[in-house]
């Protein structure tokens, strides 16, 4: 992390958590119009998808995560960082191609979907001044995928990866990844639903990768902006983080 020496006074320090609380707000907005355009509920989408693919979607989001971990990280030294909105421009097209063919395609380009949407966490962290290449940052950014997802209802669960990093080591961040699989597969588990719908599956897939993409990279940045700004104003992390809290609770 790169320290920035520089004195933050309490107005700026609730400027900053304001804008974040801003973010925070905004992340989930796309899921809105996801579901108008799908129809019906968040949850009744998982209904959609056959029993075998449900029963097997937990143990694939983690093999997927696992993957992708691996896979984001790699691509720092081939591929550079890209600006946000080309980010969510790649998601939308692999969106769009994994629903155009229904289920099979989608189900193929879930990995790929879920290894460029880490990479754009990586991003993120590295904006605000942080090392995707140290192991904690790397804990960081699976941490991120622990928020919920933005069909799900605001439930105070997407605030739950705001706590305090455990020691990392390579146990911790395979013990992390099991941790987030279970939501994160509900969550990638919807957006294949969604996918499946007759004839809009395409666009279904465009739009669910971009509310995706979106929804994640503002988590990012609520996330690696309250450790960044815990440093800057010599803060303590959890304290800051209830502040942040109070201010998110005061929005809704």
Not at 2 to 13: C, L, R, Y
Not at 169 to 179: D, F, W
């Amino acid at each position: 992390m790169e320290i920035i020496e520089k004195q933050i006074d309490a107005a700026e320090i609730g400027q900053r958590l304001d804008a974040l609380a801003a973010r925070h707000a905004r992340a989930s907005n796309a899921g809105i119009q996801i579901l108008n355009m799908v129809g019906g509920q968040a949850e009744g989408l998982l209904d959609r998808l056959p029993v075998t693919v449900r029963g097997r979607l937990e143990s694939a989001t983690e093999q997927a995560l696992t993957s992708a971990m691996d896979a984001a990280h790699r691509s720092r030294g081939v591929v550079p960082e890209s600006p946000a909105w080309m980010t969510r421009v790649v998601t939308t097209a692999m969106g769009a191609a994994g629903g155009w063919g229904g289920l099979p395609t989608a189900l193929a380009e879930l990995p790929f979907t879920t290894t460029v949407l880490l990479r754009a966490i990586q991003d993120v962290a590295a904006e605000n001044g942080f090392s995707p290449q140290e192991q904690g940052v790397r804990f960081d950014c699976v941490q991120v995928f622990a928020a919920a997802g933005p069909l799900d209802h605001d439930d105070g669960s997407d605030l739950a990866f705001l706590s305090t990093r455990l020691a990392v080591s390579g146990t911790t961040v395979r013990a992390l990844i099991a941790r987030v699989a279970p939501r994160l597969a509900t969550v990638l588990g919807q957006k294949l639903a969604a996918q499946t719908v007759p004839v809009l599956g395409a666009a279904a897939g465009a739009a669910t990768n971009y509310a995706y993409t979106s929804y994640y990279q503002q988590m990012a940045h609520v996330h690696f902006g309250l450790r960044r700004l815990a440093i800057e104003a010599d803060r303590d992390h959890a304290a800051l983080i209830e502040d942040f809290r109070t201010r998110v609770a005061r929005r809704g």
